[in-house]
């Protein structure tokens, strides 16, 4: 299974989306900040997460989230608005 998954940062109040196999270790890189396009929104929480069958469909949604309309759909399925 790949993930496609959000993260939120009430810090500095911005989303992360991102794909990966492992999902757990992946959250606590972000927390421990080993991923440099995060480590300055730390802590990080998982809001929101989908699975897919296989990493081309995971980066497939991944690539549609980070698009404006992406964007719109995760705020409304997510109450963010």
């Known amino acids: ?13 911005k989303l992360y989306i991102g794909s990966t196999a492992d999902l757990r270790n992946r959250i606590i890189e972000h927390n ?4 440099k396009s995060t480590k300055f929104g730390r802590p990080w929480k998982l809001i929101y997460y989908e699975a897919h069958l296989n990493k ?11 698009t404006g309309q992406g964007r719109r ?3 409304k399925k997510l109450g963010l608005n």
């Open 1 to 13: 299974m790949h993930y496609v998954y959000i993260l939120q940062s009430f810090k500095i109040n």
């Open 32 to 35: 421990l900040g080993q991923t």
């Open 56 to 66: 081309t469909l995971a980066l497939k949604a991944e690539i549609f989230y980070k």
């Open 73 to 75: 759909q995760i705020k």
